[in-house]
Every structure is written in structure tokens, then in C-alpha cells.
């Protein structure tokens, strides 16, 4: 069985540009969670969603959106990058609210 | 706001010795969640610990639930240069929302 798949793997923007991450998850897997992660601040929730619809949220500025597709798929996308924004955006998926996460390897997102 | 305070932070140790990594929190969880994350990769869930006062074995490493559902401790023995990665707990609350504690960063010196 596949496991979670994050794309790209590296990225470099500019501040001020936006961005947008991709993560397609375990199959069968209806559930995605976003998460950023920093060595200062350790692992933060962006946003969870289920079926389409985004269940719970972080606390995060409005910069930072999702979104999940028929098929699971996720997308994250960050607007008007800023340099605290550089880090692992690590994606994760599971079964239910009951089940662990899996989680991808992750896009390392550096903003300059 | 819950908490899940993970101690220590950064731990670096000789091949071959014991070492033992706590998280503890005000809160009670529903159950604890241990993860292993190495460089370049996602974390990998180790073990999920349900039960006030459970204790879980994998292979050198022992997981235990406080009874009161509120702290947890991952205990590795005889720690090989393979153990070496960033160590993650999480506990789910009664929402089912996964609070993180900070993770302990553990080096094993050959």
C-alpha cells in the first residue's frame, strides 16, 4: 500500500509570493491534517480535513488555506509568504478521529 | 489551553545505555501516542497506550500510561546508534484533537 506522498519535496520562494503544496494520502484514508514544523516551535496543526470539509483549525493567520478534493487529495496553499514562514509542512492522514496519523516526508518550504 | 510538556529536549548518549524520555500534562487523554521521527522523513507512529497504567514493550523500548491518563514515559534500554531521531508524544483529548508535546531529540553515539 502507497504511503502518504507530499510533492514537491523542496521549494524556495520569495516574500511575498504564494504557494501551494500538494499531498495525496493512503488509500481509503478520508481524513488529511496539515501540520508546519519548526526546531523553535515543534509540531503546529494547521487545519484537519474530512470528506471536504475542513473539521478543525489551527491557529493560523488567514494566509494559510486548504483545501481537500472527491478523491482525499489535499492542497495547502500560503499566501503573501513571509521568512518566519520557512519550514517542514509535513501532511498526514488517517482512517477516523479514532486512528494515528501517517505522515509523509514532507515539503521543505524556504522563504527568502 | 492543553499542554504536553516533553522533557528533556535534547538527550545524546554512548551506545549501550538506558535512557528514559517523560511526557506530562495537567490534562487527561482519552490516549497517548508515541512517534519517531529521522531526519528528511515524516514521524512514524511507535505505539498507541489506551489504558490508565498500561505498559507496552517494542523490542528495547517500554511505553507506560500513567494511571491517571495524564503522563506518559518511553524507557529504552541498552540504546543503539538505530534509536537516534526525534522522539514525539500526543494526546488525544476528549475532541479527539492531538496535542503535542515538544519532542526530545535523542543522539546515540556509536
Known amino acids: 500500500k502507497a504511503g502518504v506522498t507530499q510533492t514537491p519535496r523542496y521549494l524556495i520562494k520569495t516574500r511575498g509570493q504564494q504557494v501551494t503544496l500538494s499531498c495525496s494520502p493512503i488509500s481509503g484514508h478520508r481524513s488529511v491534517s496539515w501540520y508546519q514544523q519548526t526546531p523553535g516551535q515543534g509540531l503546529q496543526f494547521l487545519f484537519e480535513y474530512f470528506s471536504e470539509t475542513q473539521r478543525n483549525k489551527g491557529n493560523f493567520p488567514g494566509r494559510f488555506s486548504g483545501r481537500q478534493f472527491s478523491n482525499s487529495r489535499s492542497e495547502m496553499n500560503v499566501s503573501t509568504l513571509e521568512l518566519g514562514d520557512s519550514a517542514l509542512y509535513l501532511c498526514a492522514s488517517r482512517t477516523g478521529s479514532f486512528s494515528p496519523l501517517h505522515f509523509g516526508n514532507g515539503t521543505r518550504l524556504t522563504v527568502t | ?110
Not at chain 2, 19 to 37: E, I, K
Not at chain 2, 45 to 65: I, N
Not at chain 2, 72 to 81: E, R, V
Open chain 2, 1 to 110: 489551553t492543553q499542554l504536553l510538556e516533553q522533557s528533556p529536549q535534547f538527550l545524546s548518549i554512548q551506545e549501550g545505555e538506558n535512557l528514559t524520555v517523560y511526557c506530562n500534562s495537567s490534562s487527561v487523554f482519552s490516549s497517548l501516542q508515541w512517534y519517531r521521527q529521522e531526519p528528511g522523513e515524516g514521524p512514524v507512529l511507535l505505539v498507541t497506550v489506551v489504558t490508565g497504567g498500561e505498559v507496552k514493550k517494542l523490542k528495547r523500548l517500554t511505553f507506560q500510561f500513567g494511571d491517571a491518563r495524564k503522563d506518559s514515559s518511553l524507557h529504552i534500554t541498552a540504546a543503539q546508534p538505530g534509536d537516534t531521531g526525534l522522539y514525539l508524544c500526543a494526546g488525544v483529548d476528549s475532541n479527539y484533537q492531538l496535542i503535542w508535546g515538544a519532542g526530545t531529540k535523542l543522539i546515540i553515539k556509536p
